[in-house]
């Protein structure tokens, strides 16, 4: 793992006209900050073993702990306005592309309701390995160079060993709000998303 990397090349590539019109659409204009470079980079070579991060979850925005399993997501997903897959490699199927489980932040909207503002840490979120959303379709994030995902900040997603013959180079920084969930703005279509999964 590379983390953050701020140089020109990396401000520009999460930055493009055809991203930002993409974040305006998705989190709503003016609520978003633009991404001062990308990262992490979770860079995967050849290898028969599993890379020993591959377990099914979702992305965590905010704690104070040292322990990563300890850092929560609420439902508001505060501090965290989108999760985004940035290819900088080609990912073919074998290339150790990220899994993903479609339709699953529909479900971790549901079971991250009850915990209100205070979120849900992923230490408790992964005790039941995420069953719930073991039903879900499959996925498979692949593309050229330069593709990006951007994707609802509850997807349930993972890692998997790299069955190929080339690395694989990807980042995979969130998109920061500019501020707090405001009632008083029209939703999101990333709002709008959450409220209709818990039946709002």
Not at 3 to 31: C, E, I, Q, W
Not at 82 to 90: G, P, Q, R, T, V
Not at 123 to 136: N, V, W
Request: with cysteine; proline share 10%.
């Amino acid at each position: 793992r590379v983390m953050g990397k701020s140089t020109p090349p990396f401000v520009t590539a999460a930055n493009t006209p055809r991203l930002h019109a993409a974040y305006d659409r998705l989190v709503g204009a003016g609520r978003w900050l633009a991404p001062q470079g990308l990262g992490t980079f979770p860079i995967r070579f050849p290898s028969a073993q599993a890379p020993g991060d591959d377990g099914w979850h979702v992305d965590t925005s905010f704690g104070d702990s040292a322990d990563f399993m300890e850092w929560r997501v609420n439902i508001v997903s505060r501090g965290r306005a989108l999760l985004m897959l940035f290819l900088l490699s080609d990912v073919g199927p074998n290339g150790a592309p990220t899994r993903i489980r479609v339709g699953s932040h529909q479900m971790m909207a549901r079971r991250l309701l009850p915990f209100g503002e205070a979120g849900a840490s992923l230490r408790q979120l992964a005790a039941d390995g995420f069953e719930d959303s073991a039903a879900c379709r499959t996925d498979l994030a692949t593309g050229a160079a330069g593709t990006v995902y951007l994707c609802h900040p509850f997807l349930v997603h993972a890692a998997q060993p790299h069955r190929g013959t080339r690395p694989r180079f990807m980042a995979q920084p969130p998109l920061l709000p500019r501020h707090g969930f405001d009632p008083a703005l029209p939703p999101s279509p990333v709002q709008i998303a959450i409220r209709r999964a818990c039946g709002l």
